[in-house]
């Protein structure tokens, strides 16, 4: 029985870390040209809600890509084709010559969330154990094995519960705690921000990119529902 698992891994791990930091309100979407075997050298990026020309010049001082080409401007973003450093072609074999497939990533705020399909539990607790073996840190998300009675929609439809960062997932919960979705209010950003220690600029981001990620997954997961 096929198995998906959500996995998230610092970006330091995997790709990107210095433009993440440089820019923290991006969001890349990684397509991989090959899922699984020997190649893991290229691939398309999609890169979301940041300036061009900012973009250029990180990704060009990033030490994870060896060269980039800008292929078209997407809705709010632009699609790259991307050649990766040695060092990233190496964190994605240990990902997938375990026998995992990588059917898609979701990069923002130093960390990526990918959907890797295995064989089976066996499979996937094998290339956990080969990813930690290699020096990853791992953190599991979701993990469902597929039925073969029970019918299976595409992959880029399922939703997966692991796609808030941790840093929006605790922003939203502060705010759910403390009474800001309540009518009326019974607090503000700024005690919320006071209360995690960070600026009310910081909150409000977070929270933004929060209800993005929940309203889009709660769209899709309704049309999956629907159909």
């Known amino acids: 029985m096929a198995t998906i698992a959500g996995v998230r891994l610092p970006a330091d791990e995997v790709a990107l870390w210095e433009t993440m930091e440089l ?6 979407e990684y397509e991989p040209l ?4 020997e190649t893991h050298d290229a691939t398309f990026l999609r890169v979301l809600t940041v300036d061009g020309s900012r973009l250029d010049a990180a990704l060009e001082a990033d030490p994870s890509v060896a060269d980039r080409t800008r292929l078209a401007t997407t ?10 450093a040695e060092t990233v072609t ?4 240990t990902l997938t010559d375990c026998g995992g497939s990588i059917t898609n990533m979701v990069g923002r705020e130093g960390e990526w969330d ?3 399909v295995f064989l089976d539990r066996a499979a996937f607790s ?16 979701s993990v469902q094995d597929l039925d073969v009675d029970e019918g299976f929609e595409p992959l880029q439809t399922r939703q997966s519960h692991c ?6 997932r605790e922003a939203l919960i502060a705010a759910l705690e403390h009474g800001y979705f309540e009518i009326p209010r019974r607090t503000s950003l700024d005690d919320i921000a006071a209360d995690l220690g960070i600026s009310h600029q910081a909150l409000s981001e977070r929270l933004r990119r929060g209800y993005d990620v ?3 997954e709660f769209c899709a997961q309704a049309q999956v529902d629907a159909a």
């Open 23 to 28: 820019l923290p309100e991006a969001v890349f």
């Open 34 to 37: 090959v899922a699984s075997g």
């Open 75 to 84: 809705d709010g973003g632009w699609l790259y084709h991307v050649e990766w």
């Open 90 to 93: 190496e964190t994605f074999r």
């Open 114 to 116: 990918l959907r890797v």
């Open 126 to 141: 094998d290339a956990y154990d080969c990813c930690v073996e290699g020096g990853l840190t791992p953190a599991i998300g």
């Open 163 to 168: 796609t808030l960062t941790p840093h929006q």
């Open 214 to 216: 929940v309203v889009r």
